[in-house]
């Protein structure tokens, strides 16, 4: 895989996904549709998944893709493919919480090892260059030239004092539980993918998921994370969560800062 031309792929068409996501997010009004499992779906995913699919496709012609809007792809096999969730937080983008992402990812072996992670509406973009060093550009988001990059980090963990993020739409009384058994000295609620980008950039230091999600929910903000020296662990036995699983689908899971000493489920 040419790293230089994903990244510059997946960062140009996470920006037009954006755009046109929100064009519609600016509208006085736009259909909801509930997909197959009660999930909301907007017109905002389906142009947004519209013109990454097209464009991965043509960049990548001899790459599997998996995207969240097209039920075709969920029948792909293998440990390597691109996975793509056009607009991540469709339940923040219905109420205009603003918590909402276009994610675009490479999984190689399983694992997530490129990725972009784009809040349009926060003004907020992470992504992996090609070094696999994660980064945040900051400024006007130009499509064709990347702006100011900085590095960006886990945090160095106080076991005795950790910042937690969890999720704003699925909180319950099992993600509460479990977060009772750390020292936490704070918390913050946030949508999307950002949770991972949260602890990536060392806002946070745990990113506790009891909650059904699927594998294009992740894999973005996964990669992020992974290359800011960060992971992500299996909930049930604390091993590395893996990728290409059947149906796609994610078993709980932890997304942490590595000097966090994890607890038991």
């Known amino acids: 895989m040419d790293y230089n031309k994903l990244v510059t792929v997946m960062r140009k068409l996470s920006l037009e996904a954006g755009d046109k996501i929100m064009e519609i997010y600016g509208q006085d009004d736009f259909d909801v549709k509930a997909k197959s499992d009660d999930s909301p779906v907007t017109a905002a995913d389906e142009a947004a998944d519209a013109i990454i699919s097209a464009g991965l496709r043509a960049a ?100 005795s004092a950790l910042m937690v993020v969890a999720s704003k739409s699925h909180r319950d009384q099992a993600t509460d539980d479990y977060i009772a058994k750390y020292a936490v000295k704070d918390m913050k609620s946030a949508g999307s993918s950002l949770k991972f980008c949260l602890v990536a950039t060392g806002e946070a230091d745990l990113y506790p998921r009891v909650g059904r999600t699927m594998e294009w929910d992740t894999a973005a903000g996964h990669a992020v994370l992974l290359g800011a020296g960060g992971a ?18 994610n078993p709980f899971f932890i997304a942490h800062a590595p000097g966090v000493d994890l607890k038991p489920a």
Do not use: C, W
């Open 232 to 249: 992500v662990v299996r909930f049930d036995d604390l091993t590395p969560l893996t990728y290409g699983k059947e149906g796609f689908a």
């Open 60 to 159: 990548f012609p001899d790459v599997a893709l998996v995207t969240e809007e097209q039920a075709a792809t969920h029948a792909a096999q293998g440990d390597t493919f691109l996975i793509v969730d056009p607009l991540d937080g469709t339940k923040e983008f219905i109420h205009r919480r603003g918590d909402f992402t276009v994610n675009i990812a490479l999984v190689e072996g399983g694992v997530p090892t490129r990725g972009v992670v784009y809040a349009p509406a926060k003004s907020r973009m992470f992504f992996t260059r090609a070094d696999g060093q994660s980064v945040e550009e900051t400024g006007d988001f130009n499509k064709d030239t990347v702006g100011q990059v900085a590095p960006i980090s886990v945090s160095d963990s106080d076991n």
